[in-house]
T-cell receptor
Framework: AQTVTQSQPEMSVQEAETVTLSCTYD???????LFWYKQPPSRQMILVIR??????QNATENRFSVNFQKAAKSFSLKISDSQLGDAAMYFC?????????FGDGTTLTVKP | DAGITQSPRHKVTETGTPVTLRCHQT?????MYWYRQDPGHGLRLIHY???????DKGEVSDGYSVSRSKTEDFLLTLESATSSQTSVYFC???????????????FGQGTRLTVV
C-alpha cells in the first residue's frame, strides 16, 4: 500500500522568508501524481501545486515550487516570500489507480 | 473559487440514525469524491463517482453509501451512524481523472459530523 509521510507536524517562518515543507512517499508504481493542498482555518482544501511523475521538470506556481526527486520518492514544497495568508495546514497527497493517499499534514505558522 | 457547496456544515446526530450529507457543484465536473479527515490519518477516500449513477468504493467505504442521480449532486449516506464516524467530511470535484485519480481536485469547505 502507498504511504505518504510528512515528517514535520509544525513549521514556522518569518514573513518574507522562505520555508520548505517535506514529504516522502512509498510506491512501486512509475506513473502517478503528487499534490500539495493548503487547508486554512476555514477547513476548505485548496490545491496549491501538482506534479506528474513522468515529468522531470519541477512544477512552479508563483511563489510555490516543488523539489521532486523520483528516485528518492521525495516531494518537498518551497514557499518563497512567505505571507501571513500562507499560514495553514499543508497536505501532501499521492494519487494513482483510483487510490488517493494523503499525509497527516504540516501546520505552517507565519510570523510577522 | 470552484463552485462546491456542502450541506450541512455542522451536524450532531445520535448513534444508529441515518445521516445524509450533500455535495453540490456548479462546475459541471465529471468526477466527485467524498473524503473523511481524522487526526493522525490525513484524508481518506470513502467513495467516488465518475458520472451519473457511476460510483465506486474508496479505502474506507464500510458503513457508507453514495448516490449520484445528476451531475451536480453527490450524496453520502451513513446508513446507521456510529461514534467512529465522527469526523470532518470533505467533498471534492475534478474535471479530469488520469490513472483513476483526481487531477487538480477542488474541495468543499467540509462538514463536521458528531455522532453521540
Amino acid at each position: 500500500a502507498q504511504t505518504v509521510t510528512q515528517s514535520q507536524p509544525e513549521m514556522s517562518v518569518q514573513e518574507a522568508e522562505t520555508v520548505t515543507l517535506s514529504c516522502t512517499y512509498d510506491t512501486s508504481e512509475s506513473d502517478y501524481y503528487l499534490f500539495w493542498y493548503k487547508q486554512p482555518p476555514s477547513r476548505q482544501m485548496i490545491l496549491v501545486i501538482r506534479q506528474e511523475a513522468y515529468k522531470q521538470q519541477n512544477a512552479t506556481e508563483n511563489r510555490f515550487s516543488v523539489n521532486f526527486q523520483k528516485a528518492a520518492k521525495s516531494f518537498s514544497l518551497k514557499i518563497s516570500d512567505s505571507q501571513l495568508g500562507d499560514a495553514a495546514m499543508y497536505f501532501c497527497a499521492y494519487h494513482n489507480a483510483g487510490k488517493s493517499t494523503f499525509g497527516d499534514g504540516t501546520t505552517l505558522t507565519v510570523k510577522p | 473559487d470552484a463552485g462546491i457547496t456542502q450541506s450541512p456544515r455542522h451536524k450532531v446526530t445520535e448513534t444508529g440514525t441515518p445521516v445524509t450529507l450533500r455535495c453540490h457543484q456548479t462546475e459541471n465536473h465529471r468526477y466527485m469524491y467524498w473524503y473523511r479527515q481524522d487526526p493522525g490519518h490525513g484524508l481518506r477516500l470513502i467513495h467516488y463517482s465518475y458520472g451519473v449513477k457511476d460510483t465506486d468504493k474508496g479505502e474506507v467505504s464500510d458503513g457508507y453509501s453514495v448516490s449520484r442521480s445528476k451531475t451536480e449532486d453527490f450524496l453520502l449516506t451513513l446508513e446507521s451512524a456510529t461514534s467512529s464516524q465522527t469526523s470532518v467530511y470533505f467533498c471534492a470535484i475534478s474535471e479530469k481523472e488520469e490513472v483513476r485519480g483526481p487531477i487538480g481536485a477542488f474541495f468543499g469547505q467540509g462538514t463536521r459530523l458528531t455522532v453521540v
